[in-house]
């Protein structure tokens, strides 16, 4: 074990991600001398992936209490943290430090640039201006924790040579030691595993005495049973909605944008959706139906389908279905109606004719699993928000542990709202353990 005296700060943070960067940079601005540990040899990695590279960094939905309800009922956690550092202070903190941003469909906000090496490059100046150690390709192998009169404290962090494994132990070998009076654990979920965020965190704040929410893929691509999406494979449909069926129920809904893949379904509606849909499926099977016209009801597309036959009398069915749906799903529509793409539309029957309303209002999928943490954009469980101050971030189990971004068991759907909560929260425990 390596010694040294000067491995010993105020503040130790612990993942550098857009919760542990945000962490760091505020406590250090508030004068303490603060060290940030990344398992990588770059911050940010996963950051600079978000928003397909554009980085999403917030959401423009400025009553927090909004915001709140997009998180269900650990929602109220936030409360404190949105009123101290929201989207609004956010937006500042980039503009004021020349990063403009503009708001685009659905209240995303993005950097003018369209660049998240931008947001990281913001991120990693405020590290350097306010004097933040980092120690890159830093393996965490474990806390040693010291029980006190008043409760357990970290005493420090052990670092583990990277990659090396005692083959005794079957754990990571301690090269390094790093002291601190405080603590802060960002070190993200299980998603894009790639970036480095693989879990860890978990574990040694299950080890630590915090208990972990079931944790599964959120906002993640679904699998789909049925294969005929492989020929609509890159296909975006938007303005559709989606119906989550179960037991013959409609359980969930959205209106919005997907997309085809080769293995299913994806795209912000789709995502929002993978949760609830994961959910059920443990009790039984889910189907998805995608409802192609959503502003008409069965009625009002009846009717529509009768004036149009009777305009088109003349056609074949097959050069009639573009005024219906996008090019790319017309063989796929046409082969699952079982209609003969040459019939004349004078000639397709009443009950030809309800079989399309069906089709075009009620297209159905079965589930069939999600792609996992590898596309999953966040973990959804994680540390019970109970066992942390709403205010502070700081553990209810540890007296000098504080928790802050994607550990905590908080989730929401796409549109920069679980961004935010990194910032959020991240902030208030750079902030609080300084005190």
């Known amino acids: 074990m390596i010694e040294n005296k000067l ?71 936030l409360f404190s943290s949105l009123a101290n550092f929201g989207p609004e202070e956010v937006i500042a903190f980039f503009e004021s430090r020349r990063v403009p941003t503009k708001i685009e469909r659905g209240g995303r906000v993005f950097p003018v640039s369209d660049k998240a090496q931008d947001v990281l490059y913001i991120l990693q100046k405020y590290l350097e201006k306010n004097k933040v150690e980092i120690i ?16 357990k404290k970290i005493v420090s962090v052990s670092l ?18 790093i002291y ?35 944790l599964a893929p959120a906002l993640v691509p679904v699998k789909t049973k049925e294969l005929w999406v492989k020929d609509l494979q890159g296909l975006s449909l938007k303005n559709v909605a989606i119906n989550v069926i179960q037991n013959n129920k409609k359980q969930d809904s959205r209106f919005g944008e997907m997309l085809f893949t080769h293995f299913g379904l994806t795209g912000p509606i789709v995502l929002d959706l993978s949760k609830k849909i994961g959910e059920l499926a443990q009790q039984g099977e889910v189907s998805i139906a995608i409802d192609l016209k959503p502003a008409l009801s069965y009625d009002q597309l009846d009717a529509r ?30 082969s699952l109606l079982g209609i003969d793409p040459r019939k004349k539309i004078n000639l397709v029957t009443k009950d030809e004719r309800k079989k399309i309303i069906e089709l075009l209002k ?9 792609t996992g943490y590898s596309q999953a954009i966040i973990t959804s469980g ?21 928790l802050a971004g994607e550990i905590l068991n908080l989730d929401g759907p ?8 990194c910032w959020s929260t991240g902030y208030a425990a750079g902030t609080y353990v300084s005190q």
Not at 38 to 59: A, H, V, Y
Not at 183 to 209: E, H, N, R, V
Request: charged share 25%.
């Open 7 to 77: 491995d010993k700060f105020d503040v130790a943070v612990i993942g550098g991600g857009p919760a542990g960067m945000i962490a760091a940079g505020r406590a250090a601005e508030l004068g303490a001398r603060v060290v940030l540990l990344e398992k990588n040899s770059s911050l940010g990695k996963k950051l600079l992936i978000t928003g397909k590279g554009r980085c999403n960094i917030t959401q423009a939905e400025f009553d927090d209490k909004e915001i709140i309800k997009k998180f269900g009922r650990n929602g109220k956690f």
């Open 136 to 151: 890159y390709n830093a393996q965490v192998a474990g806390f040693d924790v010291s029980p006190e009169v008043s409760g």
């Open 160 to 177: 583990a040579e990277q990659g090396y494994i005692s083959p005794e132990k079957q754990a990571l070998t301690p090269i390094r030691r």
């Open 180 to 214: 601190a009076d405080k603590f802060i654990l960002c070190t993200g979920g299980k998603s894009y595993p790639t970036t480095g965020s693989t879990g860890d965190g978990y574990q040694w704040a299950k080890d630590l005495g915090h208990t972990i929410i079931t």
């Open 305 to 334: 389908l009768q004036k149009d036959f009777k305009e088109n009398s003349n056609k074949d069915f097959i050069n009639y279905l573009p005024e219906l749906l996008p090019q790319k799903m017309i063989a796929t529509i046409s």
């Open 362 to 370: 009620n297209l159905r999928l079965t589930y069939d699993g999600t």
């Open 382 to 402: 994680g540390v019970d928000i109970r066992e942390v101050d709403s205010k502070t971030m700081q553990s209810r189990k540890i007296e000098n542990l504080f």
């Open 414 to 421: 796409t549109g920069g709202y679980n961004l935010q909560v």
